[in-house]
């Protein structure tokens, strides 16, 4: 089964600076898809970045980009320019096969 | 162009008894899954329907049923509800099919047993 870790329970940066969220994954798998996902307080869990297994160039979306590597299965999300709207928590899944699994979550919080 | 919708929002049931949950996906969507948010599991994937059939089921037990009927509302059924069946249930609707595979989140059902 696949599982998905983010090592960071919390972190914080400062408005307008960069920060990193880290996620690694275990699967056996080749071709899969990867998500971040965002979960503001009280608020519904919306998309922020997607990549699929088999393209090598990392996803960006505006201030949010990834680190995929694919060998050590590993794939971050940095979030640049930082924006009190940011804070949330921040959830890395993996799917496959319209199953998606999630990792336990990071919270951010994005300080004046 | 709406968002997912589920209802009710928020339920309150005791002890063994059942309880369903309901949820529409954005038109023109055929996949729904169902996921159960908690504090200590964190996010867990309950089950996927496309065109009214399950293509994939996590881990749990029994209990847990759901169904898609024809216009792709989806629900979901907790049969004799246990404390630990507290928790806020998402789900989640996509087109279901192709490479562009993104999953739009609905706000979720608060169902606390008591």
């Known amino acids: 089964a696949q599982t998905v870790t983010q090592s960071q329970p919390e972190m914080s940066v400062q408005e307008a600076e960069t920060v990193t969220l880290s996620c690694t994954y275990d699967?056996?798998?080749?071709?899969?898809?990867l998500f971040w996902y965002k979960q503001p307080p009280s608020r519904q869990m919306i998309l922020v970045i997607r990549?699929?297994?088999?393209?090598?160039q990392n996803a960006t979306e505006n201030r949010f980009s990834v680190n995929f590597q694919k060998a050590a299965k590993s794939f971050s999300l940095k979030i640049s320019d930082s924006q009190l709207g940011d804070t949330a928590m921040y959830f890395c899944?993996?799917?496959?096969?319209?199953?998606?699994?999630f990792g336990a979550g990071t919270r951010l919080t994005v300080k004046p | 162009k709406a968002g997912v919708t589920q209802t009710p929002r928020y339920l309150i049931k005791t002890r063994g008894q059942q309880v369903t949950l309901s949820c529409s996906p954005i038109?023109?969507?055929?996949?729904v899954s169902w996921y159960q948010q908690t504090p200590g599991q964190g996010l867990q994937f309950l089950f996927e329907?496309?065109?009214?059939?399950?293509?994939n089921k996590g881990n749990f037990p029994g209990r847990f049923s759901g169904r898609q009927f024809s216009n792709s509302r989806s629900e979901m059924n907790v049969s004799t509800l246990e404390l630990g069946d507290s928790a806020l249930y998402l789900c989640?609707?996509?087109?279901?099919?192709?490479?562009?595979?993104?999953?739009?989140f609905g706000p979720g059902t608060r169902l606390t047993v008591t």
């Open positions: 989640a609707s996509s087109i279901g099919t192709g490479e562009n595979y993104e999953q739009y």
């Open positions: 699967t056996s798998e080749n071709n899969y898809y």
């Open positions: 990549q699929e297994a088999y393209k090598q």
């Open positions: 899944a993996f799917m496959k096969l319209f199953d998606m699994r």
């Open positions: 038109s023109g969507h055929r996949s």
């Open positions: 329907y496309f065109s009214e059939t399950q293509r």
